[in-house]
Nanobody, 124 residues
Framework: VQLVELGGGSVQAGGSLRLSCAYS????????MGWFRQAPGKEREGVAA???????TYVDPVKGRFTISKDSAKNTLYLQMNSLKPEDTGVYYC???????????????????WGQGTQVTVSS
């Protein structure tokens, strides 16, 4: 399984970015994919997750601003980030898992496949 993130960068507060994650080698029918972020000196936290192309969930600070989606035909996961804030700064990772509990899809321990991460910097 390979996950490759693209689309990070620097933006001013209030701006937008779209992250992409190209995935391959994942043959499970029922699986979950998610976006996580890690700020300097902080633990990695779940941002958004999508289960079987239908169920989506978000951490409270990004609700209404971020949208997770997946194009299964292109094997690509997306994270559209609008109204960005300085506190959104961090390294963003995409991840995938085929063994999970629905109530834990924002917990990094649920995931066993990870991308290399992409930096997102939001300046005030």
């Amino acid at each position: 399984v390979q996950l490759v993130e693209l689309g990070g960068g620097s933006v001013q507060a209030g701006g937008s970015l779209r992250l992409s994650c190209a995935y391959s080698g994942f043959t499970y029918i029922n699986y979950c994919m998610g976006w996580f972020r890690q700020a300097p000196g902080k633990e990695r936290e779940g941002v958004a997750a999508i289960v079987s192309d239908h169920y989506t969930t978000y951490v409270d600070p990004v609700k209404g601003r971020f949208t997770i989606s997946k194009d299964s035909a292109k094997n690509t996961l997306y994270l559209q980030m609008n109204s960005l804030k300085p506190e959104d700064t961090g390294v963003y990772y995409c991840a995938a898992t085929h063994s999970f509990y629905k109530f834990m899809v924002l917990d990094p321990v649920s995931y066993n496949y990870w991308g290399q991460g992409t930096q997102v910097t939001v300046s005030s």
